[in-house]
């Protein structure tokens, strides 16, 4: 009786085995997908005719250290690429897939910025994580009458508001540039600087100011910079190799006069490349001067404005002017921004105080 019964099934199985029709067609319902590291989804396959079933489908990846798949569920494990084939019978169909790390958010190095026509500005971006698989960024202008953008430089054509954007793998940022005329560009502190000498119309410039408040404050401020040798111009040490001055210096404010001290390059060509150039205020002298400073710095044409009203709590050894030359003092001193010098000679913002034309 049993094997009769076994000869039935046998001869069923070849019945409907025999019976089933032939495969015309197999489709999977996406040619390709792109998959984030160790995340996962799903493909699905379409057989011609409908009516045979899922379970002849066969799933396979021609690389299964990136991709692995099983029953349609694939997961990425690797950066890289491969494909993933469904046979039915002697049909099949492909999908490549990629598997990446993805961006999960781009910045940029200021949200806004101020130009003069003319003038350009380098946006520095920066994408997360640090990773990720896509980098190249894609530059967009509102508005290519009032400023154009080619790999992160804002070219300033005419007065206006224009919005520039950064986008990379689906994320972005943007930045509020407006461009001002020639006429109205020049500050009240590049003025006064120039009315005591100083260069404002050079390459890049630190301009410092305080004592143009109502209070008379007596403090002996001093504005300085560190170079990526070390080196620090300051009222110490007035000129560099890399073209950078000292050229207003201003040692005790007189009551009813901006107090001013200016730091200039006129040419940007001996500044290093990969460097950075760090800007700071220095409260030499407590005169229990009382309305903190003001600062700018101006290159290429764009011009970032801070004010300061908070404490000295920082401090940093600096020698005083002595005979023997080893005594040392405690000094307040506040960091404004830094300036950078890419590989390519472009400067770039690094603020530190957060600019109030921003």
């Not at 130009?115 to 980098?135: E, F, Q």
């Amino acid at each position: 009786m049993k094997k009769i019964t076994y000869l039935m099934v046998c001869v069923l199985g070849l019945v409907f085995v025999a019976c089933q029709p032939a495969v015309k067609s197999v489709e999977l319902d996406a040619d390709n997908v792109t998959l984030s590291l160790d995340s996962s989804d799903v493909l699905h396959a379409k057989i011609t005719p409908a009516s045979l079933p899922d379970s002849i489908l066969v799933w396979e990846s021609t690389d299964t250290s990136v991709v692995c798949v099983d029953d349609g569920v694939i997961r990425g494990k690797k950066v890289g690429n491969a494909d993933v084939v469904v046979w039915a019978d002697d049909q099949s169909d492909t999908c490549h897939v990629c598997v990446k790390v993805r961006v999960d958010s781009i910045s940029l190095n200021v949200k806004s910025v101020r130009i003069k026509s003319g003038g350009r500005a380098k946006l520095k971006a920066r994408v997360y994580p640090s990773n990720a698989t896509d980098t190249l960024i894609n530059w967009t202008s509102s508005d290519s009458s009032v400023a154009i953008v080619s790999r992160g430089v804002v070219h300033a054509k005419e007065k206006g508001t224009v919005i520039i954007t950064a986008t990379v793998d689906g994320q972005s940022v943007d930045c509020r540039v407006s461009v001002a005329t020639l006429r109205e560009w020049q500050t009240e502190m590049s003025r006064q600087a120039q009315r005591r000498g100083g260069n404002v119309g050079g390459a890049l410039r630190f301009t410092l100011m305080w004592n143009d408040q109502q209070v008379w404050n007596q403090d002996d401020l001093d504005a300085h910079c560190i170079e990526p040798t070390g080196n620090e111009i300051s009222y110490k040490n007035f000129t560099s190799r890399s073209g950078g001055r000292l050229d207003v210096d201003n040692r005790w404010p007189h009551s009813g006069e901006k107090a001013v001290e200016n730091i200039s390059w006129n040419s940007l060509g001996k500044l290093k490349k990969d460097g950075k150039y760090q800007f700071s205020v220095h409260r030499y002298a407590d005169r229990l001067g009382k309305g903190g400073f003001r600062a700018e710095i101006e290159f290429d044409g764009q011009v970032y404005s801070y004010n300061y009203n908070g404490k000295w709590n920082k401090k940093k050894n600096w020698p005083e002017i002595s005979w023997n030359g080893n005594r040392f003092r405690k000094v307040g001193y506040v960091p404004v921004a830094n300036v950078r010098v890419d590989d390519e000679g472009d400067l770039y913002i690094e603020n530190i105080l957060q600019p109030v034309n921003q």
